[in-house]
C-alpha cells in the first residue's frame, strides 16, 4: 500500500493506492495518526480510494478508527472514488451508513 498525505481545500486528503488489509493497516494507522497529530486545525479528512483494489475488515477498523479521531475534533471523514469492488464491500458491511461516499475526489472535496 501506498500512502499520501496533504492538505487540499483546508481538507486532509488520503490518496492510498494498492490494498487497505491486515497487512497495511498498521503503517497506515500510524502515519494518519501521526499526519493528523501535526495538522490539529484538520477535522475534514477525505480518503481518495481510487487505486484501492481490496479492502478488508482490518481496513475498515483503520478507517473507523480515523474517523473516531476526527469526530472526537468535531469533523467527519469522507471517501471518494471507491472502486466496484470496494464500494460492494463498504455496503455489505452497511460502511456506507458512517461513511459518506462520493463518486469524485471534487465532490468529496467541496
Known sequence: MALLLELKNGMGLVT?????????????????????????????????LGEVAFVDSAGLGALVGVLRRLTARGGDVRLARPRPSVKLVLEITRANKIFAIFA???????
Do not use: K
Open 16 to 48: 492510498l493506492s494498492g490494498s487497505l488489509d491486515a497487512a497495511a493497516v498498521a503503517s497506515f494507522s500510524q502515519q494518519t495518526t501521526a499526519w493528523l497529530e501535526s495538522q490539529p486545525e484538520v477535522t475534514r479528512l477525505v480518503v481518495d
Open 104 to 110: 469524485s475526489l471534487t465532490e468529496a472535496l467541496g
